[in-house]
């Protein structure tokens, strides 16, 4: 069963407009963690986020973990049409040696 | 390149053929998975395996199985296939002792009839 839900669905933006996911989940974890997915491809590894921590940033990417809600908020910034994909968060309950369970993804389009 | 090998990535079979769909990786990755991703289902987990002779059933583990021999390979056969099976199926690989991200394969886009 998936323990992520991404909020919305899917999200269309013009380009250079900042984009916004969430993520909630129903049980406690160790980390949790953004992939991208281009269409027809395999998934990349975006960010981790452990539970001891609230904020993190990579280049263009900011990730929030609000562990007493059970959330998560993926931020692109200054968004380009290649952003355009699908973005899926996953959630793992132990360190490194439990499966990863991911969302059902939120489909980003980024408009030239 | 260093990274997950998936082959085939494209197969057509008969309800009722099996085949096994080849995973390999060459990062030294203790912990390795098969998902099914179907449109508007996300990723769901078939089996994994935490190292070398141990496995364990995921979600959606009927009609599929598994082995790991050795530390880079992770095969996953369909026993008798069926139409439900029809399905993009990724192998992943990370490491096992430490949160870490997954490297994923690029598929294998499977058919069913």
């Known amino acids: 069963s998936q323990q992520g839900e991404e909020d919305p669905q899917a999200l269309s933006i013009q380009e250079g407009e900042n984009a916004t996911m969430n993520c909630s989940y129903k049980?406690?974890?160790?980390?949790l963690q953004w992939y991208r997915q281009n269409s027809g491809r395999g998934l990349v590894h975006l960010i981790l986020i452990r539970s001891n921590e609230r904020e993190k940033h990579s280049g263009r990417l900011r990730v929030t973990l609000d562990t007493s809600k059970k959330s998560s908020s993926l931020l692109i910034t200054a968004s380009r049409a290649a952003d355009t994909a699908s973005y899926f968060c996953?959630?793992?309950?132990?360190?490194?040696?439990?499966?990863?369970?991911f969302g059902k993804g939120t489909r980003l389009s980024v408009i030239a | 390149n260093a990274g997950v090998t998936q082959t085939p990535k494209f197969q057509v079979l008969k309800t009722g053929q099996s085949m096994t769909l080849q995973c390999a990786q060459d990062m030294n990755h203790e912990y390795m998975s098969w998902y099914r991703q179907d449109p508007g289902m996300g990723l769901r987990l078939i089996h994994y395996?935490?190292?070398?002779?141990?496995?364990d059933q995921g979600e959606v583990p009927n009609g599929y199985n598994v082995s790991r021999s050795t530390t880079e390979d992770f095969p996953l056969r369909l026993l008798s296939a069926a139409p439900s099976q029809t399905s993009v199926y990724f192998c992943a690989s990370s490491y096992r002792d430490r949160p870490y991200g997954y490297t994923f394969g690029s598929g294998t886009r499977l058919t069913v009839v």
């Open positions: 996953a959630t793992a309950r132990n360190s490194g040696n439990t499966p990863l369970v």
């Open positions: 049980t406690s974890i160790n980390n």
């Open positions: 395996s935490v190292g070398a002779g141990i496995t």
